[in-house]
């Protein structure tokens, strides 16, 4: 499947907000992302500054862009960026497609990709459980959340699990979209990867198992 550049979306988000719509846009919008603030975690790398689109207001379908060029990892851990938001309209939620870059440099390559939407950062992140609005789209997914190297991915509300796929070394695109609600004025994202076993606890696991089965068979034959 051919994934969209960068310059494709930005091209494509610009003309959203020309200088004279933004000046005459009515004050009428649903949750707006404003801005970044903190990036951190134990995987982080390098994370390159968000492009934020912000949707026409006042539309009567709000979409907006968010736009990752480089998340790079160093380590196997996760990363949060935290988004700040604006909101006015109590009954608007916008929806941002989140599109980015994702750099596995950690050295080991990875069997699975895994987003959360919540609050807090660190060891304070909670999940959060999608009621007040935030989610990855929910109820219905569609478009369907996509990545230029898992094929499948599991979707629930504040939870997205890409699989079935191998990210060695290198970058590859993610694209999700993310509901974001009036009457929350941050949020968190949280990615991480999951490792590919390595080759030393797999054969622990084989012993073991093997340990288990000949136990069995002595047993049967006792
Ligand atoms: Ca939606
Ligand atoms: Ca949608």
């Given at each position: ?55 026409d207001?006042g539309s009567p379908d709000d ?160």
């Amino acid at each position: 499947m051919k994934q969209p550049t960068f310059f494709s979306l930005k091209r494509l988000a610009l003309p959203l907000c020309t200088a004279a719509a933004c000046l005459v846009a009515p004050l009428a919008q649903a949750g707006t992302i404003t801005g970044v603030g903190a990036v951190t975690g134990t995987g982080l790398g390098f994370v390159a500054v968000p492009v934020i689109i912000t949707p026409d207001e006042g539309s009567p379908d709000d979409t907006g862009n968010i736009g990752i060029p480089i998340k790079r990892f160093d380590q196997t851990g996760y990363i949060d960026i935290e988004f700040f938001v604006r909101g006015s309209d109590p009954s608007g939620t916008t929806e941002y497609l989140l599109f980015e870059s994702v750099d596995n440099n950690t050295g080991v390559d990875w069997s699975s990709y895994t987003m959360q939407l919540g609050q807090g950062l660190g060891a304070g992140f909670t999940q959060s459980d999608g009621t007040n609005g935030l989610t990855f789209d929910a109820p219905n997914y569609i478009p369907t959340p996509n990545s230029s190297v898992f094929a499948q991915v599991l979707t629930s509300p504040t939870r997205l699990d890409f699989y079935d796929g191998i990210q060695s070394t290198g970058s590859q695109i993610y694209q999700v979209w993310v509901d974001v609600p009036d009457g929350i004025q941050t949020f968190t994202l949280r990615q991480y990867p999951t490792p590919v076993p390595e080759p030393g606890t797999l054969v622990l696991a084989a012993i073991a198992v093997g340990g288990f089965g000949l136990l069995k068979l002595r047993r049967r034959r006792a």
